[in-house]
C-alpha cells in the first residue's frame, strides 16, 4: 500500500538464504546501537495553553502506539510556525470544543514532518521512559497507548514521506525507550470501530509501517532462525516466551506444535504479516522487543535462557538487573556488538543464533 514511498534498503536488499539452513538474512549492513532521537518540539516551543488542570500520569509504561490523521485538510505546512499553529488549532479544539483538560494525543506530526508534543509532560516521561501520560484519544486506551496526531485526512491519499519518515523515526523511539517491540503499533480503527481514523491509505501503511520501525528501533544486519512445526529446542522455548509476552497463551515446553504455530498464525495476522505459521525473519523483526535492567517478565527469562546458553549462569526468572546487565555487555562485547547492556533486535538475533 506504500507505492509512492521507497522502501527500506533492509527489505529492498533482503536475501533469503534458504530454508534448508533453517536461517534467514534481512540485512548486510553493520550494527549500530539504538534509534536516533528525533526532533521533538515541546509545548513550550509551540506556545502551548497550559492545561486547564494538571494532566495525569497514568503509573505504567504504555502497551502500544495508536497512529490517527487529524482529519484536517491536506494543505502544505511548509514553515516552522505553520506545523506550531496545528498543534495550537487542535488544542483549542481539544480544550473549548470538546472540554479536555488539554490536547488528546500525545505527540503530533506536521505534514512538513515537524515532531510536537501534544498533551503536556507527554515528552518529559517518553524522554524518562516510565509513568506514561494518561491521553485522550481512544476510549479504553488512554492509559495504556500513546497516540500520535498525523496532520492531514489520508482515506485517499498517502502522507507525505517527510511526514512517514517522521513518523516511523517517532515510534522507533517510542518502541525503545518504553521497550515495546514495533508488533505494538495499531490504528485508531483497531481499537474504536466507529471511526475510519488514520484514513484507509494510512492505515494500509501500517504493516510496512512495523517493518520500518524495526529496522530503526536497532540498525543492522540481522540473521534470525526460521522455526516451523516440528522443531524444537531452546529457540522455540525462546519463541514460545516471546508470543506470551504479547499476550497469547500457550504452553512453553519447547517443542513447536499446533498450538505454537496458531500462537504465530495470530501474531502474523495481526501484525499484517504472511500468515504461514512459521517464525522466520519478518516476525521475529516485529515479535522481539527491547529489554533492559529493570525490564521484568517472559522476554525477559527467554533473554536469560538463551544466554545462559551462551555461557553465562543466570538465574532465568525474567527480572532483568545488574547480574543479567553484566551477562548482556559481556556477550555483546564477545561478539562485537556494543556493550550497551541492551537486548534489542541485534542482540536477541545473535542470542539465537547456534552457539
Ligand atoms: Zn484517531
Redesign the pocket.
Same mark, same amino acid.
Given at each position: 500500500m506504500t507505492p509512492a514511498l521507497p522502501r527500506r534498503a533492509f527489505l529492498a536488499g533482503a536475501v533469503a538464504i534458504g530454508v534448508g539452513t533453517g536461517f534467514e538474512v534481512l540485512s548486510v549492513t553493520p550494527a549500530h546501537a539504538a534509534p536516533g532521537t528525533p526532533e521533538i518540539f515541546d509545548c513550550t516551543a509551540w506556545n502551548a495553553r497550559p492545561p486547564t488542570s494538571a494532566v495525569s500520569l497514568a503509573g505504567n509504561n504504555p502497551n502500544k502506539i #495508536?497512529v /490517527?490523521?487529524t482529519d484536517f485538510p491536506n494543505t502544505p505546512d511548509a514553515t516552522q510556525a505553520d506545523s506550531f499553529a496545528i498543534a495550537k488549532e487542535i488544542q483549542d479544539l481539544h480544550i473549548d470544543h470538546n472540554g479536555w483538560i488539554d490536547s488528546g494525543q500525545h505527540f503530533t506530526i506536521s505534514r512538513s514532518g515537524v515532531i510536537m508534543e501534544g498533551r503536556h509532560r507527554s515528552l518529559e516521561r517518553l524522554k524518562a521512559g516510565s509513568n506514561m501520560v494518561v491521553g485522550a /484519544? $481512544?476510549p479504553g486506551q488512554n492509559s495504556s497507548a500513546i497516540?500520535i496526531?498525523n496532520n492531514g485526512t489520508y482515506m485517499t491519499e498517502a502522507p507525505p514521506a517527510v511526514l512517514y519518515g517522521a513518523l516511523t523515526g517517532m515510534c522507533a523511539y517510542i518502541c525503545w525507550q518504553y521497550g515495546l517491540s514495533a508488533s505494538e503499533i495499531y490504528g /485508531?480503527r483497531d481499537f #474504536?470501530s466507529t471511526?475510519d $481514523?488514520?484514513g484507509d491509505v494510512l492505515y494500509g501503511m501500517l504493516p510496512q509501517l512495523r517493518l520500518d520501525v524495526a529496522a530503526e528501533v536497532d540498525p543492522g544486519g540481522r540473521v534470525w532462525p526460521s522455526l516451523g512445526q516440528g522443531t524444537d529446542g531452546e529457540n522455540v522455548r525462546a519463541l514460545q516466551y516471546l508470543l506470551t509476552q504479547t499476550g497469547r497463551s500457550l504452553g512453553v515446553d519447547g517443542d513447536f506444535g499446533p498450538a505454537t504455530a496458531s500462537a504465530v498464525e495470530d501474531f502474523q495476522k495481526a501484525a499484517g504479516l504472511t500468515v504461514d505459521g512459521v517464525a522466520g525473519a519478518t516476525t521475529w523483526e516485529l515479535l522481539v522487543p527491547p529489554r533492559r535492567n529493570g525490564s521484568s517478565g517472559a522476554a525477559v527469562t527467554a533473554a536469560q535462557r538463551l544466554l545462559n546458553l551462551h555461557g553465562s549462569s543466570l538465574t532465568a526468572d525474567g527480572v532483568f538487573g545488574s547480574l543479567t546487565a553484566s551477562a548482556v555487555k559481556a556477550f555483546q562485547t564477545a561478539g562485537g556488538l556494543p556493550a550497551d547492556g541492551v537486548v534489542a533486535s541485534n542482540t536477541w538475533s545473535r542470542l539465537l543464533a547456534t552457539p
Open positions: #495508536l /490517527h490523521h /484519544h $481512544c497516540g496526531e /485508531h #474504536l471511526t $481514523c488514520p
